[in-house]
């Protein structure tokens, strides 16, 4: 008997961009991170908190970070500076500005 859990390892949920304002690279990278925070953090607050730092590190602050299943968001950003997708259930909704 195959345990379902175990059926399904190493198989990455599909990821889903509802709005990107970004370039190629920077939108790679994004999804990539994303994707490695959902794997290392369990509470979608520390999720946030792992993408926000490594992006405020790499392509310098001030970025903002929302992750959750149910929200809604009215924003502003700066230009080339936002990205809004799903991986799985999962929203992640990353922006920059100031």
Do not use: Q
């Not at 198989?11 to 925070?37: C, Q, S, W, Y």
């Not at 080339?80 to 909704?93: E, M």
């Amino acid at each position: 008997m195959v345990d379902a859990d175990s059926s399904m390892a190493g198989i990455r949920p599909e990821t889903v961009i509802k709005h990107v304002d970004m370039d190629e690279p920077t939108k790679k990278f994004a999804l990539e991170l994303a994707a490695e925070a959902l794997e290392k953090c369990k509470i979608e607050k520390d999720i946030a908190a792992y993408i926000k730092k490594e992006f405020d590190k790499r392509f310098e602050p001030t970025w903002h970070c929302v992750v959750g299943r149910n929200f809604g968001s009215y924003v502003t950003h700066e230009k080339n500076c936002f990205i809004y997708f799903y991986i799985g259930n999962t929203a992640i909704l990353l922006f920059r500005n100031g």
